[in-house]
């Protein structure tokens, strides 16, 4: 199977800073559904950024679908959703206005927009519930809501891999347990890669396939089932 | 005698109807990215640029459409590789700017009432030719605007998905610093130099309490822009005051108004 994302022992640290990561290892085949998981501080972050070729590892290489991950040629087809606090929700735009803006790189930056983009960009809206409020304002919305736009985002410009850097950062258990949920629905419908980065992983337990723990190296990288008790999040309590 | 008889005075309208809409337009992206006050940094580069131009004899506004573009593109540059934060950035050529345009200005021995004009504004001493260059780049501007509009919109909204999906995210905000830039540049003549950075940002807060999407909230502020140029002006000739500051106390009084305002309005939709 194609390799979405491959670390071949990748080193990185911050100039004039200690070792972030040492001698990493990962490989994420295309259509996985992976969290990458650990403590604040313990690289998970580091590690995505070398993933996607926005840091240069000290050693060791990295590649996204099988080109050097910083020299990749058509970054579009990465979906990314940033933290919460990232993401201009305070902005007056519209649902339709922010599912647009992901549509943007994949049709090129001159380029006017064809029926194909406003037929992606109509779909990611009602993929995710919110084709009824395409012209309400982006700061109308629930919490929720407004993560699913972003979604939406994401997913207009048809990504293969689709990237979610903390996303449950300070949202509640239950709107975690329904995000969790929808992105199990998504991986089923779409087959698309998601890397899931988050110190709370409870949420997509059930259903991602593997479970990546980073603690400056990879400390577990396994199914979920494998997990060692104490590893789990305690957050999150699944029958 | 009517206020438009007056050749000054329509050249001051002309020239007033391309600041009043090209700021806000300009403005909206750099509020957007919590860079309201990168005008005033910019504002005190282009003070060195018209001091340049005392010193040089050559244009004053041509001078400071280069200082003010430069200081732009600086602040952008040392903010993106990170040498410095953004506020720190912003500090440097702030006070760079000003500390270079006093010992410019001493230099050339120009301080004197026109220099005032173009710190506070002056609709007695923009010229036809005047109008001409803020007419062009006030177009090309906008122009630029509505070319990259999507990609600004989509930095705006997310920058760090938009660099991830390989939007050439340096070259735009380089376009956006330089845009501001040439808009200090352009609007010095009639609100001032210390003014300036207002206009880019006080319609757009007012805009932004009342627009329902992006585009909305631009044009309401460029209309709100180029109705405080107007009815600024108008006050100005008929109050014999500085055209600067009640074009901004205008501006001003729009963005109170609307934050006052927009708890009842939003009760109401």
Redesign the interface.
């Known amino acids: 199977m194609q390799l979405a994302v491959e670390l071949e022992k990748v080193s990185f640290a911050y100039p004039g800073g200690p070792e972030v990561l040492g001698r990493v290892d990962l490989n994420i085949h295309a259509g996985e559904f992976v969290t990458i998981a650990g403590p604040n501080g313990g690289g998970k972050t580091t590690l995505l950024r070398v993933a996607l070729g926005l840091e240069e590892p000290v050693s060791g290489t990295a590649r996204l679908f099988g080109e050097p991950a910083d020299r990749v040629r058509d970054r579009y087809r990465i979906g990314y959703l940033a933290q919460r606090t990232r993401l201009g929700i305070d902005a007056p735009a519209s649902v339709g206005e922010v599912v647009t803006s992901g549509r943007v790189a994949r049709r090129g930056l001159l380029k006017p927009f064809g029926r194909a983009d406003r037929d992606a960009i109509a779909e990611a809206i009602a993929r995710v519930g919110l084709e009824d409020q395409a012209s309400t304002p982006i700061q109308r919305l629930s919490g929720g809501q407004q993560q699913r736009a972003f979604i939406a985002k994401a997913l207009a410009g048809e990504p293969e891999l689709l990237v979610l850097d903390e996303p449950t950062a300070g949202v509640d258990v239950d709107a975690q347990e329904a995000f969790g949920a929808f992105l199990g629905e998504l991986h089923q419908a779409l087959g698309v890669t998601i890397l899931y980065v988050s110190h709370e992983f409870g949420a997509v337990e059930r259903f991602v396939e593997r479970v990546v723990l980073v603690r400056g190296g990879i400390v577990f990288d396994g199914p979920p089932a494998e997990l060692p008790a104490h590893w789990h999040d305690p957050s999150h309590v699944h029958p | 005698m009517f206020i438009l008889d007056a050749d000054f005075m329509q050249i001051a309208f002309a020239t007033g109807a391309v600041v009043g809409v090209l700021a806000p337009a300009v403005g909206f992206f750099l509020v957007?990215r919590q860079m309201s006050l990168i005008g005033d940094g910019i504002g005190h580069a282009a003070f060195a640029g018209v001091a340049a131009g005392y010193l040089l004899d050559v244009s004053p506004v041509g001078a400071a459409l280069v200082a003010a573009t430069l200081a732009a593109v600086g602040v952008e540059w040392l903010r993106s590789r990170h040498r410095a934060a953004g506020d720190q950035a912003l500090a440097l050529v702030f006070y760079t700017g000003i500390a270079a345009g006093v010992v410019l200005v001493s230099a050339a021995g120009a301080l004197n009432a026109n220099l005032f004009s173009f710190l506070f504004g002056s609709i007695l001493t923009v010229t036809w030719s005047d109008f001409t260059l803020v007419a062009i780049l006030g177009a090309v501007g906008l122009g630029i605007i509505a070319?990259?509009y999507?990609?600004l919109?989509?930095v705006?909204?997310?920058?760090?998905?938009?660099?991830?999906?390989?939007?050439?995210i340096g070259l735009l905000n380089v376009v956006l610093a330089a845009l501001a830039g040439i808009t200090i540049a352009v609007s010095m003549r009639i609100v001032g130099i210390l003014l300036i950075a207002a206009l880019m940002v006080l319609p757009v807060i007012a805009?932004?309490r009342v627009?329902?999407?992006?585009?909305?909230?631009i044009l309401l502020s460029m209309g709100i822009g180029l109705l405080s140029v107007t009815a600024g002006l108008t006050i100005s000739y008929y109050g014999n005051l500085a055209p600067g500051g009640a074009i901004v106390l205008l501006a001003a009084g729009f963005a109170v108004a609307a934050v006052a305002g927009a708890p009842f309005l939003n009760r109401t939709r």
């Open positions: 957007q070319l990259l999507r990609g919109v989509a705006a909204l997310d920058e760090e998905g938009a660099r991830v999906s390989g939007l050439p805009a932004g627009g329902t999407s992006i585009r909305s909230t």
